[in-house]
């Protein structure tokens, strides 16, 4: 079993639907979660940041992370053709750790 | 959120050549640095650890001989792929997390070799 699974899609939504990204991992001394946004070519971007378990919300996006489930979720609101990105999930047992990756999931949101 | 350069963005040599690849953190001071190569659809490979001051650590499976690094101070890292052929055709990503507080990782643009 990997680390950090994800689905690595595509996902393919129209314009303005709900889009659900999730991750399960395996190693319980993960703390630190976080989903990043790679557009083709480009480094991956920081979205969302969270430590330990609960909610985060920025704007269209909200990230949840259930530690007793090793389940952790993005979910994007209203989604519009520029997110069409690779959306990869990163987990860490310490700050200044490595980061384990899932596969990446690729989005599309068509007009 | 915090800035981190790549330089070169891309770059082109002929094998049997070195290649520098450098990584800044802007704004803020990184003791570690992480570096990835990714190919096309794939995910991120992290291939070493970057530490200020000391020698880099590298994932399985990785040349310690053809990927040198140097972490010579506290905002900047070097990536040096000795020998380069055709197969280290990739894309060389750097990070940095910011200590203190959130630790967040930020990603560098990433720096495309391709040798000929």
């Known amino acids: 079993q990997k680390e950090v699974e994800q689905d690595p899609g595509p996902l393919s939504v129209p314009e303005g639907a709900i889009v659900s990204l999730n991750c399960t991992y395996s190693?319980?001394?993960?703390?630190?979660f976080m989903w990043y946004r790679q557009y083709s070519r480009k480094g991956p971007e920081l979205l969302m940041y969270?430590?330990?378990?609960g909610n985060k919300e920025d704007g269209r996006f909200t990230a949840q992370v259930d530690k007793s489930s090793k389940y952790i979720s993005l979910f994007i609101r209203d989604s519009q053709p520029s997110d069409s990105a690779t959306y990869l999930c990163?987990?860490?047992?310490?700050?200044?750790?490595?980061?384990?990756f899932g596969k990446g999931m690729k989005l599309t949101v068509n007009p | 959120g915090a800035v981190v350069s790549q330089h070169p963005s891309w770059v082109i040599c002929k094998s049997g050549t070195s290649v520098k690849i450098e990584c800044r953190s802007l704004?803020?001071?990184?003791?570690?640095m992480f570096w990835y190569r990714q190919f096309p659809k794939q995910s991120l490979m992290l291939m070493a650890t970057?530490?200020?001051?000391?020698?880099?650590?590298?994932e399985q499976g990785v040349e310690k001989d053809k990927f040198l690094i140097n972490h010579a101070s506290l905002t900047l890292s070097t990536l040096t792929v000795t020998s380069a052929h055709p197969e280290d055709s990739s894309f060389y990503i750097c990070?940095?997390?910011?200590?203190?507080?959130?630790?967040?990782?930020?990603f560098g643009p990433g720096t495309r070799l391709t040798v000929l």
């Open positions: 990070s940095a997390p910011r200590q203190g507080g959130r630790n967040e990782q930020f």
């Open positions: 190693n319980s001394a993960f703390q630190y």
């Open positions: 969270t430590y330990s378990s």
């Open positions: 990163a987990m860490s047992s310490g700050g200044s750790e490595k980061l384990v």
């Open positions: 704004d803020f001071q990184a003791t570690t």
């Open positions: 970057s530490n200020e001051g000391s020698k880099a650590t590298y």
